[in-house]
């Protein structure tokens, strides 16, 4: 990738809040909106309130074998039966006019971005309050969610968070308030010095 810039990985299980801390990360007005944040391409379908282009590009699994096999993915990853994917070109040109970019990827993708970039690359695990608050808010996204999903995402969740000591930076979301002002601090003082402001 040519492109300059920063890249900032959140992962976290899933109700972990790491979408909803990417977005405030973005928008933080500490951060003079130099961060983007990336939109990921998946096969899997959209939840309600989800849109098209806004949180995910929502793909045909024939189109996202399309790109993949064209090399216009720069990682991916399978989960729970959908592809997910991180869009090069996007990507570039995100990077093209912002300092940073904030990803939300899963364990796997998340390590393997750091050693395609480990000098550029800050990588922020998530960790939700407790294994039962985590449980309560994956239930709380059930009316777009089946039973066997559920229970899938929990197994998942106990698994990534055995992962979390592989990254660089563990930020527990306990009050969004706290959680985002750390998440703000590790940028600034780790990332922004790097983009030279
Ligand atoms: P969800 O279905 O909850 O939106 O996402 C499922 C998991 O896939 C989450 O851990 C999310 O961070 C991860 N994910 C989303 N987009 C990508 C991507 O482009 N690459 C990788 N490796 N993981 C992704």
Redesign the pocket.
Known sequence: MKAKGIIIV?????GSG??TLAEMLVRHPALKQKLCR?I???T?PR?TGERDKR??FFLSEKEFLRRRKAKKIL???R??G?Y???DKDFIARRLSRCAGIV????????L?VKRMFPQRTATIFILPPSLKELYLRIRRRAASTTEAEIRR?LAVAKE?LNAARRYDYRVRNRELKKAIERLVRIVRRRVMDTAGN
């Not at 959140?10 to 899933?14: E, I, N, R």
């Not at 990803?103 to 998340?110: I, Q, S, T």
């Open positions: 959140l992962s976290g299980p899933s790491k979408t990336s990921s391409v998946t899997r939840r949180d995910y990682e991916w990853t989960y729970l959908y997910y994917g991180t990803l939300c990827l899963d364990v796997a993708g998340a393997r995402r990534e």
